[in-house]
């Protein structure tokens, strides 16, 4: 019998169909968008010239400043979202001539790899995905289709103490690869993967990555033009946590064991469903809209898994990198032995030196390298979102495991911001600097989430506001801003429920200020692998910043409503605004506290742990 | 009706930043704030005008004449007009 998994019970969930592209509503889209970024223009003219509290600027100035900066997000959106253009569906091809100039060469069937990439996931999971990449479909049968177990973890039986992963792949008939080293983590795993294989094209897998059979048969057609460098296919997490009645979280929780309490809670709250996706792990938003929609700048980068890559254009950069490593070695060698007549015998260890590295060695590879291939002048490779799902992944299932994951984003894309920063990159279009831009710029949020997290506790604790007068002035500028701007991001993700991705966005700040810390540090962006897996430990770490802002709220607003009681509050409008404002906050914040303590309805004793 | 669901929480927003600004604006009209000395940060200070001796005696001999009739309603007018003006300049807008 087959090892059974949590995610056993998640297999028949079917994945979202796309969101059908409608010119009317993206006319309505870019028409509210433009009337946001005038109204935010008008408003924040207003609240520098005019709103500020002389008496508080201790207070007021940093929150205006938040508010801009948030205001460079919005303008940047609604460049991102403008609209789709979603490239031309081709069927798969089946000789090479059909995707690249022969240039004299003799044609024959393309030749498709597929690699699955694993380090230290659990073998029967691997399995899943190779039986699954194996049952892909292509209309051509002499179009070759090899597929590849990468293990950078040397599972190969050497180490009694781990599983047998050459095992598996033995059994399933496919090949298997492993190197000596990590160096590179999966980049090199890639790298080591490209040297020793001849496909045509490559498809990415991660080790819990289940190819739908259409896989390549959907894909493939898009490198009929020959500057498509890759296809990235949208990353569906099938497993997210289920909506479960607060009633049965209660009862849980209480351990409730009374019959009557039982039905009473029952009755209150059975109607009301929580827990759902927990995590905010739906990626939909991510890929349905945003990167979707830089297929309208060919600024869509790659995201590792689910994506299908044509090998001449990531050799053809490597090799570029090569010579220009090379190069940048040699006038070293020059300036550093100028009148030295052992810079010949030393230019020959350079070439043996310097390495071909396809995918680049960082942390955050896959949009690194795409930053790579579109800024590359002579070539002028395109990408691709392709909208369909066609595969379905398994998505982190505890806190510490997000973190860690998100962690490693944040902190690899700050890192390229640091070291490479796409905005001076030569050879990109304006476009795609922009896009890349507005990437990096998210990761700077926690600046301006901090500061509008705090906003409510300074003023319950100092009784200061940071404007002048809660007069129809402040109101006549505020509201209509952030009316037109809840209805352009409606109209922007049109189909998609952006709730949970709020409450993160804003709950995420704390670990996303670490990861701008450990990048500012110089401190090196380590390739975490995600666990496959449930590990319920190490999460209130994560959740202490939120519990105390939570608290401090909580306690400030108790303050002041004594002060209200007592008569001696100087303004009562400003509690009830900043009351408003500390809903949506502590709302924001408690998810992940939700989090750190979520555990499924059933527990699994199998997954892996 | 579920494929809207995701509208719910626009409007719900939209929704409460309408309530929230009403109930604010009805607080201030039942118990103004206190929000100290107003002045606007990036514009000079304005200082209220000053009214020396001489223009509050020409003020007081302009109401009397008015009072006892001496002076037509027109006349105090373009007197009180153009005493204005000669002391105007933009005040400071005080709560």
Known sequence: MSKQFYFDKFED?????????????????????????????????????YSLNPDALWFAIPLVLAETLSYVSTILVVFNFWSYKDPKKSPPVHYLSEIEDLQGRRDRPVKIDIFIATYNEDVELVRQSIIDAKKIIYPFSDVQIKIYVLDDGRRDGRDPAKENMKKVAEEEGVNYKIREHNKGYKAGNLKNALEHTTGDLFAILDADTRAFPSFLVNTTGYFRRDKVAWVQTPQWFYDTSEAEPLSSVINRNLKIENKNLIRLVDSVFGRIKINEDIFGNDPRLFYDVILRKRNFYNAAFCCGAGSIHRRDAIMNLAVKDFADGIKRLEEDL???????????????????KQEIIPFKFHASEDIYTSIMLHADKENRWESIQHPDIECKMLSTQDLDSWVKQHQRYAAGSLDIAFKDNPVFKNGLT????????????????????????LSPVAFFFSLALPVQAYSFDFFKYFLPFQIMNTITIMLGCWGISTKRGDQYYISSFWFMLMALLTVLRGKEVKFNVTPKGKHFAKNTQHILPHIIIISLTLIGMLYNAILLYLGKHPTASGFAANAFWCIFNIVALSVMIRAAYWKPLETDSVDGN | MKNYTFLIKPFFFIFSLIFSTWLVLAIEKIRPSDF?????????????????????????????????????????????ESFVISIQSPLIIKK
């Open chain 1, 13 to 49: 969930r079917k994945p979202y169909s796309a969101i059908t592209d409608n010119k009317y509503r993206t006319w309505m889209f870019q028409f509210f968008g433009i009337v946001t970024i005038v109204l935010g223009i008008a408003y924040l003219n207003w609240r520098w010239r």
């Open chain 1, 334 to 352: 020059l300036n550093k032995h100028a009148a030295s007549n052992i810079i010949e015998d030393q230019k020959k260890d350079l070439v043996l």
């Open chain 1, 430 to 453: 304006l476009g795609q600097k922009i896009s890349y831009f507005t990437t990096i710029w998210s990761y700077f949020a926690p600046f301006w989430i901090l500061i509008f997290l």
């Open chain 2, 36 to 80: 100290g000395q107003i002045k606007t940060l990036f514009e000079k200070e304005i200082k209220q005008p000053k009214i020396s001796k001489t223009d509050k005696q020409y003020l007081k001999d302009l109401f009397s004449q008015y009072k006892l009739g001496s002076i037509d309603s027109a006349t105090f007018d373009k007197r009180l």
